[in-house]
């Protein structure tokens, strides 16, 4: 029985719309898809409920089921992190002007625009850059972006990443320049920083970040942009805004575009939300007509003489152009790139600095206690921001040996790898209880059960 709200719900609509883009079955457009991550099978559903009484009380049994990470003692990161959100940020992202159904954009404004607008000028100010874009849905959606703009602002079909990147990340960024741009991995050096790269005319630009998957710093990107700049490519440059109060922009060094997420700036860790992405670059018009995402500004009224915060050379997006836009643009994390906004005025050029400090010694100091614990830490010569890598015999024994103690201990990179978090958050007394966990757990039974 077709739905009368849903016009594809009907056999002869869906039949009209399949043979319309040449599709014999729905089940076609999910062929990329590996086999064994498809269901293949109903999903398993209760019956409807008939009030609404009963579907809350479904749903908070299934979130009971869920461990929240301040509950416990947790060293989890890995792209989602534990950082102090002041209560502000949730005080202003949870007013009604700004909190709606959809992406923090009501229909009326009412300081949206200039909330935005601030937003994205503190960005600027803190990557050294001109031009900041409202948020994307994270930024993984970000990466793929600034990659895909390379490319168009080159003409060029290839593009050169660093191996030293979450694979997850990876994933998505193969997935978002599919198909019609290659991905070519560049080699991980010991040092845990990317390793030598071989560039030519072909590629439109060189994707690295700092910190990496690793927590490693980067700290050849001056002679990275140089090389990819001599060839006539970009160079991409994947950084956490919440570092660069103790770390030099990659603006500072050459780079062309910054991408990354804002999560860190005020936002809590959360089941798959309070994720943003942010693009930046210099102030060229060739490069910004590239950015399919809205991009707020001062901009003139329909009133002569007066001006407003809105949106600024809109007649490059989606919204404008539709099926003609260089990339499709939608719902956007508007209400995170607020939330920050109100985190980087909050904090201030001094207390970023502040905060970078006190991660970086935190975490070399988490780094020493737990090689002192029998753990291999990586990298230990290079420098690190928030995350490390640590070898240890069994990771997956030794997270379970961690979480019978409350303690959830990093997130597993491999067999015996583990990535350890450290942030504001953590403090020294925390650090020395998950060392001394592990130095048992080592210890007693060799990191297995």
Known sequence: MSHPYIPNAGAEARAAMLAEIGAADVAEFYGDIPADLLLGRPLDLPEPYADEQGLVRHVRGLLA?????????????????????????????????????????????????????????????????????VPTYDGYQAAGT?????????????????????????????????????????????????????LDESYAALYLETPNVYGVVETRGRRLAEQAHAVGALLVVSTDPVSLGVLAPPASYGADLVCGDIQSLGMHQQYGGGQAGYIASR?????????????????????????????????????????EGKEWVGTAAALWGITAGVYLALMGPQGMRELGETVLARTRYAMTALAGAGAVVRHQEAIHFREFAVEVPDADALLAVLLEQGILGGVRLGPTELLVCVTERHSIADIDTLAAAVKDALATSGGTR
């Not at 992202?93 to 009412?110: C, I, K, S, V």
């Not at 997935?175 to 010991?190: I, T």
């Not at 490069?287 to 600024?312: C, K, M, N, Q």
Request: glycine share 10%; charged share 25%; with cysteine.
């Open 283 to 323: 102030d060229e018009e060739r490069l910004v007509a590239e950015y399919p995402s809205r991009l707020f500004g001062i901009a003139p009224t329909g009133v002569e003489g007066e001006w407003g915060f809105g949106d600024v050379f809109y007649d490059r997006t989606s919204f404008a152009l539709r099926e």
């Open 146 to 198: 600034a990659l895909r703009m390379a490319a168009r602002y080159t003409g060029r079909s290839r593009v050169l990443v660093s191996g030293a990147v979450a694979a997850d990340k990876l994933a998505k960024i193969r997935d978002y320049l599919a198909p019609d741009l290659e991905v070519v991995l560049a080699p991980v050096a010991a040092s845990g920083e990317i390793g030598e790269v071989v």
């Open 65 to 133: 089921r869920s461990t929240d990470t301040t509950e416990l003692l947790s060293f989890l990161g890995h792209g989602c992190y534990p950082h102090h959100v002041p209560a502000v940020c949730d005080e202003v992202n949870g007013r009604g002007e700004f909190l709606t159904a959809y992406a923090g954009e009501p229909y009326e404004d009412h300081g949206r625009f200039q909330a935005l607008f601030e937003y994205v000028s503190m960005m600027a100010e803190l990557l050294e850059m001109d031009v900041v874009n």
